[in-house]
């Protein structure tokens, strides 16, 4: 990193001091043209991240929204305290993981549809019912009957499916067809 001097503006300066402070890197430095001393900081800055939604337009990374999003599936849910906020910090971490500057909104939409899978199905479904484009009901109900057949009868999640009875999801799928025109 180079600063140009503050009282002449020559471009290079040498250091003369270095400390580590909370986050960065604290320089002392002195011009080599007027010998003035000055103090330059460093800090690591959190990259940007952007979401390209399926419109394409561009918008920059909202935590707030993401969390807004897996709440809303959560709603009323027994859910453990916690559980909600710990998926979106867990999505976040790996978000920036990856190491981009742009993910599309889907590739986080499979994130939390994935991890919904683990913690509770109807909030899965929800959520995918919004976030997945069911091309007709039979997709949906063939991914109801996916989470049906692969949860064993005496499983506590398998008897939470019947709080959503077919003719809801019928509504559900029906309702999300209705916005797709
Ligand atoms: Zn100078």
């Known amino acids: 990193m180079t ?8 471009y290079d300066s040498k250091v003369i001091d270095s400390r580590d402070i909370n986050d960065g890197v604290r320089r002392r430095r002195q011009c080599l043209k007027c010998n003035a001393r000055f103090t330059t900081y460093e800090r690591l800055q959190q990259a ?13 990374f909202d935590k707030n929204k993401l ?3 897996i ?7 027994p859910l ?8 979106a910090d867990d999505i976040e971490a790996r978000l920036y993981e990856l190491g981009k500057a ?4 889907s590739a986080i939409g499979d994130m939390v ?3 919904l899978k683990k913690i509770d199905y109807v909030a899965y479904i929800r959520f995918a ?6 091309a007709d009901i039979t997709a949906l109900k063939q991914a109801v009957d996916t989470l049906i057949t692969t949860q064993p009868q005496t499983s506590p999640v398998a008897s939470q499916l019947p709080l959503i009875p077919n003719e809801q999801t019928a509504r559900l799928a029906k309702s999300h067809l209705g916005r797709r025109k």
Request: hydrophobic fraction near 25%.
């Open 102 to 105: 742009e993910i599309p909104t």
């Open 129 to 134: 019912s919004v976030y997945r484009d069911f």
């Open 67 to 69: 969390l807004n999003g």
């Open 113 to 115: 549809m994935e991890g």
């Open 80 to 87: 453990p305290t916690g559980t909600i906020d710990k998926l």
């Open 48 to 60: 940007s991240l952007f979401v390209i939604k399926k419109d394409k337009r561009r918008e920059e």
């Open 3 to 10: 600063m140009n001097c503050p009282y002449c503006s020559y």
């Open 71 to 77: 709440r809303k599936a959560c709603e009323k849910r």
